[in-house]
């Protein structure tokens, strides 16, 4: 019966341990409320207006998040004038007229395009990563992911995703007799090229090979 008891209590510690591990990880920020949208960004009389890809209505702008969204934007616009966004925020005063606010909590991309509302592939992405010097880019889906390389053939492969805690995390295979990570961390990056704004940063390494880019989740990765 003490053997019993013993196996049981040893079958139990496992389990503690891993409650013990998932209440230290630090809780996501709540997203209760907030909207994830994209659309076109154009800067009037001051204010920054927000257009949702397809839709009639505006919304002004309010940085209540502090993602210097506002900088940002008039850094990129230039002479054309208007931005694509992929944003997060809470989205009020639809119902009252054409103009309504949002108060925005999240800047995931801000870019000079005047084709990414109508992108087919944006919905099904899970990430994106690009870099240059030589210039590389790296799209992953659920089916995997693809990489593009300067003076290589494009690489499609499985990957495993290792989470790494505060929002860092390590995609990794080693298909086709290459060895390829990339990892990804939230700061907010600039694109040495493009000037785009991108809110992760992210380094491909390839056989021992590393470059550094921005990344930004698509519209199948709600994080």
Not at 146 to 151: I, S
Request: net charge neutral.
């Amino acid at each position: 019966m003490r053997a019993a008891r013993t196996l049981v209590l040893f079958a139990l510690l496992p389990v503690f341990a891993a409650c013990q591990l998932f209440e230290s990880e630090p809780a996501k920020p709540s997203t209760v409320g907030l909207t994830r949208m994209q659309g076109e960004l154009t800067a009037v009389d001051g204010k920054l207006l927000f257009q949702p890809c397809g839709g009639q209505r505006s919304y002004v702008v309010n940085d209540t998040g502090g993602t210097s969204v506002l900088q940002e934007a008039a850094s990129l616009a230039g002479q054309q004038g208007k931005l694509f966004a992929d944003l997060r925020g809470k989205f009020s005063g639809v119902a009252s007229g054409t103009q309504g606010s949002v108060d925005l909590q999240q800047l995931y991309r801000v870019e000079r395009s005047t084709s990414a509302c109508s992108d087919p592939d944006f919905k099904r992405m899970i990430l994106r990563a690009n870099g240059h010097k030589p210039a590389w880019a790296m799209n992953v889906t659920a089916k995997g992911m693809v990489l593009e390389r300067e003076g290589h053939p494009p690489l499609a492969v499985p990957y495993v995703e290792e989470q790494l805690g505060d929002g860092r995390f390590n995609l990794m295979t080693e298909a086709n007799n290459q060895h390829i990570e990339l990892w990804v961390a939230p700061q907010r990056c600039v694109d040495s090229v493009s000037g785009s704004l991108q809110h992760m940063s992210a380094e491909l390494r390839v056989n021992g090979q590393v470059q550094r880019g921005c990344a930004a989740f698509g519209g199948s990765r709600d994080d």
